[in-house]
């Protein structure tokens, strides 16, 4: 059995990696078993949202399982055209909510990088410990740092494989909020299901445009973005949004009301 708890809330996959006793570092079976679930999430109409956490408070995710690793080689975590379980190198619709519940560090933090919504518990820490290991983090996690925290912290992750606070990555921006570890979980739901009362069209459009925009020059993104966003003006959800904002009551969108 794969280590791994799927639970359903609603229009929202929950996702726990379920390895205490390896600090939920995740092996081959493991991995597969998460992109196959966000590969069914992505096809299923009745679900808006998936959060990836893992069990206990000890360790969100430690990365690749160093014990497997030594048996049959290193790498088997990785699924091709989509990375390390499936999330680091995959291109999704469904946003995905990382809830960091401790240690993320190696593959965990290269999970969580990947992540559309981070949010961690106060105690969570974040690195990049491949170096200790005659490693480096190629499926995300430098390209990643490059692009999201400045050069000389996230070289210094990368060179040292020290691990940084929560505190510390919040004020980075690489995190959205840090909140008490007993809240973590209920925190990243109540988001996940505020955030699909909103037009699914919109939130799709939203998520694309932004992923577009990051490897576009800024004049180029507007230009992109005023014809993308052309259809979305005379969409239902459009206006219906319009037209609840003005009769002042809420808006009843298509599809993923919780």
């Known amino acids: 059995m794969s280590g791994l708890i799927v639970e359903r809330h609603g229009p929202v996959l929950l996702l726990i990696i379920d390895r205490e006793e390896r600090r939920n570092a995740i092996d081959s079976e493991t991995s597969a078993a998460i992109d196959s679930h966000i590969g069914l999430a992505e096809s299923n109409d009745s679900i808006g949202a998936i959060i990836i956490t893992g069990s206990g408070e000890r360790a969100f995710c430690a990365g690749m399982d160093m014990k497997e690793a030594a048996e049959i080689g290193v790498g088997h975590g990785l699924i091709p055209g989509r990375g390390f379980a499936g999330i680091t190198e995959r291109r999704r619709t469904k946003p995905l909510i990382a809830a960091v519940n401790g240690m993320a560090v190696a593959g965990g933090f290269e ?148």
């Open 111 to 258: 999970i969580a990088l990947a992540c559309d919504i981070v949010i961690a518990a106060d105690h969570a820490m974040f690195g990049l410990s491949e170096v200790k290991r005659g490693l480096f983090a190629f499926a995300g996690g430098v390209q990643r740092l490059a692009r999201q925290v400045p050069r000389s912290t996230a070289l210094s992750m990368i060179l040292t494989g020290e691990p940084l606070s929560a505190t510390r990555m919040y004020g980075l921006g690489v995190i959205s909020e840090i909140v008490p570890s007993a809240q973590l979980r209920q925190r990243a739901l109540d988001v996940a299901h505020a955030m699909l009362q909103n037009s699914w069209e919109a939130i799709r459009n939203g998520k694309l445009l932004y992923e577009m925009a990051a490897d576009m020059p800024i004049d180029q993104s507007l230009r992109f973005g005023r014809a993308f966003g052309e259809a979305t003006l005379k969409s239902a959800d459009s206006q219906e949004g319009v037209a609840a904002f003005s009769q002042g009551r809420d808006a009843t969108f298509c599809r993923f009301q919780s």
